[in-house]
Structure formats: C-alpha cells, structure tokens
C-alpha cells in the first residue's frame, strides 16, 4: 500500500523559512514525477511545484517562483519543499504528489498525502 506523509509544517512569522518533507513507502518512484500542491479556505488546490523523474526539470508557478526550491532524494524516495521569504498569501495545507502524468494539475498525479499545515503570521 503506498503512503506519502508529509512533515516540517507549521506557524512562522512573515519572511521566515521552512522545510516540508515528504516520504513514500509501498512502491520506489524513482522515474515518477514528484510535487506539492497547496489549499487555502475556499480555495481551490493550486500547483507549487514539481521535479520530474529524471530530476532535471523543476517547474513552478510565478507566485513562488525564486522564493521556493523543490529537491528530491531517490535514495529514500522523499521530496522536500525549501519555502524561503514566506508570505501571509502562503497560508495553506500543502500536499505532496506522485505520478506520471502531466505536472501542473492535480490529474497528473495519482497518490497524495494527508497534507501538512502552513501558516504564515504577519
């Protein structure tokens, strides 16, 4: 059974950084594409970034674009979002995905975690 848990959420003051980790187990994703996406209230889910298989490809969106990194370890099949400069706008559970279609929308991807919080206080 595949499961991806998500880590390093949390409360941080405008401007600050975290780290979001996530791990799968049940299956090695050593050629699929890894991403996080994140919700605010309602709101709908909205693409943060993503890493392909090879690793060689790094996409986001303009709304993070130079302030977030995405980076992936094969060797303990975990992605990891470094958030820098983080803004209140940032505020939001944040999810991480597998899959091996399409990277910015959600039907691309074919296994989610349960999400980890981030809020961003000003």
């Known amino acids: 059974q595949v499961q991806l848990v998500e880590s390093g959420g949390g409360l941080v003051q405008a401007g600050g950084s975290l780290r979001l980790s996530c791990a799968a187990s049940?299956?090695?994703?050593?050629?699929?594409?890894m991403g996080w996406f994140r919700q605010a209230p309602g709101k709908e889910r909205e693409f943060v970034a993503a890493?392909?298989?090879?690793?060689?490809?790094?996409n986001y969106p303009d709304s993070v674009k130079g302030r977030f990194t995405i980076s992936r370890d094969y060797a303990k099949n975990t992605v990891y979002l470094q958030m820098n400069s983080l803004k209140p706008e940032d505020t939001a559970v944040y999810y991480c995905?597998?899959?091996?279609?399409?990277?910015?929308?959600?039907?691309?991807?074919?296994?989610w975690g349960q999400g980890t919080q981030v809020t961003v206080s000003s």
């Open positions: 995905t597998v899959g091996y279609g399409g990277t910015y929308y959600p039907n691309g991807y074919g296994y």
């Open positions: 049940g299956r090695t994703f050593t050629s699929a594409n």
């Open positions: 890493i392909t298989g090879s690793g060689r490809t790094l």
